[in-house]
């Protein structure tokens, strides 16, 4: 067991749900899961999926319609926000457009009535922990996005909360400034040592930043686990086809002695662990984890080639074979000649395929 694993949960919520007027359709439906000390803790899921509402009710901006929002073992769920000891970044950064980075900064402490030499010092600490500290006199329109998201930031630990929520708040950047941003937080968590709390829809960032993921849909969490975990060992469809890409395919698994076989049609046939039970399923297979082989290959089957596309650090080919249609991801290198109508071999790893509940 990890340190991380072992670590008491600072945020805990118990078969929280929470519905709005003039809808049947649940929002966050009976969720149930802890958010541990110190770690990056990431709700991915399309919108609509719950994760922001889930959000709101750790802050406390909404309250559960039933269950329970707690905070180091005490029940706040009908606290209002300005007494829980969390902070929230958004989207749009809700920075004081007539004040100073150093007063933005400055500000949550001030309403707290912490001394102006204190504030000043915090502040200036929290500019720092952001590399924002040259920038204390200018006001928020004189900094690009990236910048103020930066402030937003320091504003939002200045007050040493036990848990930072943050809401999409990398969406407004272009894709340079998102990748940057992310080293930045995951850098600045572990600098700082307390849980964040990320909403997002984009995977890659969750993936890249997470110690653990809920991947929610329609209110409910489909998985919760690593970044590793959720990626090679998706528990349903959704999450196989909403974290990164694959090929699902109708199989009929064998069992046998000290293995077990998926014939998923068309000559499709993929070794399985030992124990895997028999019947139909659905079988996930990444696309990198279909290859492109030289003919005669163990296990391979024929395929024809019905499209090549170029991703530049990446090639997609897309195969056929009988009815069934395959996608295998191979490097970029060059002198890939694979041209639309070649007849190929793709093979399937085995430790790349996965049996899938629904």
């Known amino acids: 067991m990890s340190a991380t694993q ?3 949960a ?4 118990d078969d929280v749900t929470k519905g709005y007027p003039g809808t049947d359709t649940k929002a966050v439906d009976r969720v149930s ?3 541990r000390e110190g770690e990056f ?3 991915l899921g399309p919108s609509g999926s719950g994760k922001t509402s889930t959000l709101r009710m750790i802050a406390g901006f909404e309250e559960p319609t039933q269950g329970r929002v707690l905070l180091d073992g005490l029940d706040v769920s009908g606290l ?10 958004f989207q749009n950064y809700a920075l004081f457009p007539h004040m100073t980075i150093q007063r933005n900064v400055e500000f949550p402490m001030r309403m707290k009535g912490v001394p102006s030499r204190e504030a000043g010092a915090r502040s200036t600490e929290a500019l720092e922990s952001v590399e924002m500290a040259e920038y204390g006199g200018r006001l928020p329109h004189q900094l690009s996005g990236g910048q103020r998201q930066r402030v937003a930031l320091a504003r939002a630990l200045v007050g040493r909360p036990r848990v930072l929520l943050l809401d999409e708040p990398l969406g407004a950047l272009d894709l340079r400034l998102r990748q940057q941003m992310q080293l930045v937080l995951k850098r600045l968590q572990r600098e700082v040592g307390i849980s964040f709390v990320y909403v997002t829809h984009d995977q890659g960032e969750a993936l890249s930043m997470s110690d653990r993921i809920a991947v929610m849909n329609k209110g409910r969490v489909e998985q919760l686990g690593s970044p590793a ?3 090679h060992r998706p528990s349903t469809r959704f999450v196989a086809s909403f974290i990164g890409r694959s090929n699902l395919l109708p199989c009929a698994v064998e069992a046998l002695g ?3 076989l998926a014939h998923c049609g068309d000559g499709i046939t993929v070794m399985l662990p030992a124990g895997t039970p028999a019947g139909q399923a659905l079988l996930s297979v990444r696309y990198e984890s ?9 296990g391979g089957f024929p395929v024809t080639v019905d499209e090549v596309v170029f991703l530049g650090d990446a090639v997609e080919i897309i195969g056929r074979t009988g009815a069934t249609v395959l996608v295998a991801r191979t490097g970029g290198q060059r002198g890939l000649r694979v041209q639309r109508g070649d007849s190929v071999e793709f093979a399937i790893h085995p430790t790349g395929a996965v049996i899938l509940r629904d």
């Open 258 to 260: 000290d293995s077990s």
């Open 41 to 43: 803790f990431s709700l």
């Open 229 to 231: 975990e959720i990626y």
């Open 80 to 89: 209002p926000p300005y007494h829980r000891d969390v902070n929230t970044v």
């Open 33 to 35: 899961l802890d958010i």
């Open 6 to 8: 072992q670590r008491a």
């Open 290 to 298: 279909v290859a492109l082989t030289e003919g005669g290959a163990s």
């Open 10 to 13: 600072v945020v805990s919520l």
